[in-house]
Each structure stands twice: as C-alpha cells, then as structure tokens.
C-alpha cells in the first residue's frame, strides 16, 4: 500500500504564493509521474502539472509561468511553488503519482495513487 500525503494549502490574498508538498510513503520500488490536479466547486478534476521521474514538467496554460512544480526523489516528494495567485485558483488541489510497488517478491506492477486533496483558497 501507498500512502501521498499534501500539505501546504491555505488562504492566500490574490497576488501571494503558497508551496505545496506532496510525500509519498509505503511499498514503492520507484515512482514514475507524479502531479498536481485541482477541482473546483461543480468543475471537474484538471491537470495542473505534472514531472517525470528525470524532471521534465509540463504545465496547464493557465498556470504556466506562475506555477512550478520539482521533486525530489530521495524524499519521494512533489511539490508545487504557486506565485502570483488568483481568486480564479481557488480549488482543491490533488497530488497524484504512478508508482511501481514493492512486493515480497520483489518488484511489483504499476498503479495510480491520489492525496486527499488540500484546499487552495484566493481572496480578491
């Protein structure tokens, strides 16, 4: 079993920046992708970044040049530095990764893991 825990979230004026931190901890014999999505009131669940496990991140548009996601995988942790904040980011934000288990046989299959969410809140 795999367990992503966030942290980070908060209230936050329009303008400000916040950092959140995805840990990742269980039976992992690697992580592969790991992300950060956000769902608003009544919206579906988005992509707001994503990082391969060399460091390659790709980015929503309406994030791109305020938002940085990085990782570092001797602690098996995303995370996601959000500038220049607006009401318009207000969401849950959610952590994913694609991890490949451990096993007591060693190394096992791969299989998708999500956070619990933390919320993001932007006040104009």
């Known amino acids: 079993q795999v367990q992503l825990v966030e942290s980070g979230g908060g209230l936050v004026q329009a303008g400000g920046s916040l950092r959140l931190s995805c840990a990742a901890s269980?039976?992992?014999?690697?992580?592969?992708?790991m992300g950060w999505y956000r769902q608003a009131p009544g919206k579906q669940r988005d992509l707001v970044a994503g990082?391969?496990?060399?460091?390659?991140?790709n980015y929503a548009d309406s994030v791109k040049g305020r938002f940085t996601i990085s990782r570092d995988n001797a602690k098996n942790t995303v995370y996601l530095q959000m500038n220049s904040l607006k009401p318009e980011d207000t969401a849950v934000y959610y952590c994913?990764?694609?991890?490949?288990?451990?096993?007591?046989?060693?190394?096992?299959?791969?299989?998708?893991?999500w956070g619990q969410g933390t919320q993001v809140t932007v006040s104009s």
């Open positions: 994913k990764a694609r991890v490949t288990t451990m096993t007591l046989g060693g190394r096992g299959g791969e299989l998708q893991y």
């Open positions: 269980g039976n992992i014999f690697s992580i592969n992708t």
């Open positions: 990082i391969s496990s060399g460091g390659s991140a």
